[in-house]
Nanobody
Framework: QLQLVESGGDLVQPGGSLRLSCAAS????????IGWFRQAPGKEREGVSC????????YYADSVKGRFTISRDNAKNTVYLEMNSLKSEDTAVYYC??????????????????????WGKGTLVTVSS
């Protein structure tokens, strides 16, 4: 059974950095999209960054472009989200998710409600002084 397990969430000061990890197991898909999403208190879930495992294509939301970096380690079946220059508005529960056949990586991140097949349980990131 496919599982996604996030880790790395923590309390960090504004301007600080954090790296989230998503360990994936239980599948052998050749082509899929994997990404990070977040949901702040009182707000809707939004796509942060997504990646095609097939060709490495990436997408970033405008709000994190230049500050966050998505990467993967195929040998460990793990996807990372490196977050720098963190702001208070980055505070949220961050979820890892997988789409078995995304129309595109941008579509996966933007229209995730119709496409994402699997979700992790999330990890909390709090940016506060």
């Amino acid at each position: 059974q496919l599982q996604l397990v996030e880790s790395g969430g923590d309390l960090v000061q504004p301007g600080g950095s954090l790296r989230l990890s998503c360990a994936a197991s239980g599948f052998t898909l050749d082509y899929y999209g994997i990404g990070w999403f977040r949901q702040a208190p009182g707000k809707e879930r939004e796509g942060v960054s997504c990646m095609s495992v097939n060709d490495g294509t990436t997408y970033y939301a405008d709000s994190v472009k230049g500050r966050f970096t998505i990467s993967r380690d195929n040998a460990k079946n793990t996807v990372y989200l490196e977050m720098n220059s963190l702001k208070s508005e980055d505070t949220a529960v961050y979820y890892c998710a997988l789409d078995e056949r995304p129309l595109s990586i941008q579509d996966m991140c933007v229209h995730f409600r119709r496409g994402v097949d699997y979700w992790g349980k999330g990890t909390l990131v709090t940016v506060s002084s």
